[in-house]
C-alpha cells in the first residue's frame, strides 16, 4: 500500500517513524515514543525464532549479550556502526540511510536502539553484526516498534 501526499510544506509531511530527541534507558516492556509508537521489547526462547525480514519494524538481539546494557537514542553526526553480516567493517550511518532512501528531514531524530551506547538496531532498517542473534543464541530480545 503507498500513499500520496500532496504539500507545500515538506515539514507537514507524515513522519513514518518515531522520532527522538534524547536518550533513554531501555528494559523489558513498553517504552512509549513521539508521534503514537512505542517500542515493546521482551525476551523469548531462541527455539523457533524466526528473524524477520531487515527492514521490518521487529527484530531479535541475543538477550545474553545485551542484557542491562540497553538504550534507546538518535544518530550522533558522523556516527558509525558495524552492519549485520559484515563483521569487523564500520560503515556511517549516514550511509545506510542514503541506501535505504531514508529522506533526510527523518534522519536526525532516527530510533537507535543501542548496547552500551553503540547502535544495535537502526529500528526498521538494520541489525548490528556483534549483538545478532546465532547459533549461541539462548535467549532472544524481541524488540518492536508499533503504532499505537
Do not use: C, Y
Not at 528494559?27 to 521490518?56: D, F, H, K, M, V
Not at 550511509?95 to 553503540?118: M, S, Y
Request: no cysteine; charged share 25%; proline share 9%.
Amino acid at each position: 500500500e503507498k500513499l500520496f501526499h500532496l504539500t507545500s510544506n515538506l515539514l507537514s509531511l507524515p513522519i513514518p517513524r518515531p522520532q527522538i530527541q534524547s536518550p533513554l534507558p531501555l528494559a523489558e516492556g513498553r517504552l512509549t515514543l513521539s508521534n503514537g509508537w512505542a517500542l515493546t521489547a521482551r525476551r523469548i526462547s531462541a527455539e523457533g525464532w524466526q528473524p524477520a525480514p531487515e527492514n521490518a519494524l521487529s527484530a531479535g538481539l541475543d538477550a545474553d549479550l545485551t542484557a542491562g546494557r540497553l538504550g534507546v537514542r538518535p544518530p550522533r553526526r558522523g556516527e558509525r556502526f558495524e552492519p549485520l553480516g559484515m563483521p569487523g567493517k564500520r560503515v556511517k550511518l549516514s550511509d545506510v540511510f542514503i541506501n535505504h532512501k531514508i529522506p533526510q528531514r527523518f534522519r536526525a531524530g532516527w530510533l537507535l536502539v543501542t548496547v552500551d551506547d553503540e547502535p544495535a538496531w537502526v529500528a526498521g532498517v538494520r541489525l548490528a553484526h556483534p549483538w545478532r542473534v546465532s547459533e549461541k543464541t539462548r535467549q532472544v530480545l524481541q524488540l518492536r516498534l508499533e503504532k499505537m
